[in-house]
């Protein structure tokens, strides 16, 4: 999930593109709890097989966080107004209190909430929270760099880890590109991403945190390079940018409707096909001003608390499902928990999200060095 690092430089249109890839995610986990078999056919079956499907792409959508992780983070580097000790401080009070905060939620769930079979609903959606949880379970998870048992807790978590773990290694991580260029930079990791794809039997695995990371560099790189990217974009055409948006919408879905049965369909080719995509949305939503129209104040400011949403919307969404299934359709179920997500994401924001953000200002401010004696990144940058 991508989390802002808030720094001077704020674009407002990365809030609202982070507000609609949160969107799409719970439409994606709420079409995912339909059992497919009265779907096979029709209109529904053309949709999940069409561009359309960008509605409800959640993987894409997981990919386009990464992305617009690696953008947003990098932008203290290549300024000189970070190092590694403040950024990690900043992340680390970012990230971890509003996680251990859903965790302790999801917790509680589990305790006071009976889940019930959903007979007609899919094998995935009553695949989750069915064992007793255990102890055992929980430590792992508090420490948020561990598998944290997904289907027993908050499913979405493996994502959270994952950004985690990049945001430890991110400061390496611009010290390499910074010394050795984005072009080698962007070879590696893109090496690297491959071979531990090959290797990973899990989204949690160190193998993964390289097969994801190299979206964390392609944003870095992205961000090092946005003022001449969206001086050329701004330099075309109206019909030429709808025409670009038109291949960033394709790039992004081809998983969906391109020769579905090919072999070439692997997940590592998918995903960098779908971060293409991603990052011609990116540069279009930054450099057309048409993007306020797409992506207005309110989407922006849902954005700003996209990270609460993020962690709280399969949760409730699953609460909800098991004390309603059976006493109300599914959509009305869908509704109740896209407001109660978006009422918890508010709230959450507000009382842990904004109150932590401030205090990993305060303490990284402390270790902030002086601007005449920056480290290694700063004398690169």
């Not at 950024?87 to 302790?104: D, Q």
């Not at 019930?116 to 760099?145: C, D, R």
Request: include cysteine.
């Amino acid at each position: 999930m991508a989390v802002p690092e808030s720094p001077s430089e704020r674009f407002g249109q990365l809030d609202g593109m982070r507000a609609l890839a949160a969107l799409t995610v719970f439409i994606g986990h709420c079409l995912g709890m339909l059992s497919p078999a009265p779907y096979s056919h029709g209109p529904v079956d053309w949709y999940l097989h069409s561009p359309l499907r960008i509605a409800s792409g959640g993987h894409q959508a997981v990919i386009f966080f990464f992305l617009l992780s690696g953008f947003v983070l990098s932008l203290g580097f290549y300024k000189g107004k970070t190092s590694a000790a403040p950024f990690l401080l900043n992340r680390i009070f970012r990230l971890y209190p509003p996680y251990l905060c859903a965790l302790l939620a999801v917790v509680i769930i589990r305790w006071l909430v009976p889940v019930q079979p959903m007979g007609e609903l899919s094998y995935w959606i009553n695949s989750f929270w069915l064992a007793p949880l255990k102890v055992h379970q929980v430590w792992p998870a508090v420490t948020m760099l561990a598998d944290t048992q997904g289907p027993q807790l908050n499913p979405i978590a493996w994502s959270l880890i994952i950004e985690m773990r990049a945001s430890l290694l991110f400061p390496i991580i611009m010290i390499l590109l910074l010394r050795f260029g984005w072009r080698r930079g962007l070879v590696v990791a893109l090496a690297l991403g491959v071979l531990a794809a090959l290797l990973s039997d899990s989204p949690t695995t160190l193998y993964a945190t390289l097969q994801y990371g190299f979206f964390f560099v392609a944003g870095a790189v992205l961000a090092q390079h946005r003022a001449v990217l969206i001086g050329r974009c701004r330099s075309l055409s109206g019909p030429v940018q709808l025409s670009l948006l038109a291949v960033g919408v394709l790039l992004y879905t081809q998983v969906f409707w391109l020769a579905q049965s090919s072999r070439w369909h692997v997940q590592p080719v998918d995903d960098m096909v779908t971060a293409l995509g991603a990052t011609i949305f990116v540069v279009l939503a930054l450099a057309s001003p048409k993007a306020s129209i797409v992506l207005p104040t309110a989407l922006r400011r849902l954005g700003k608390g996209a990270y609460s949403f993020y962690l709280y919307h399969f949760v409730v969404l699953l609460t909800l499902a098991n004390i309603l299934y059976g006493h109300a359709p599914i959509w009305q179920i869908w509704l109740l928990a896209l407001a109660a997500t978006l009422l918890v994401s508010l709230i959450m924001y507000r009382a842990v999200e904004v109150p932590f953000i401030a205090a990993g200002h305060h303490f990284a401010n402390r270790l902030q060095p002086d601007s005449h004696h920056s480290g290694a990144l700063r004398t690169a940058a």
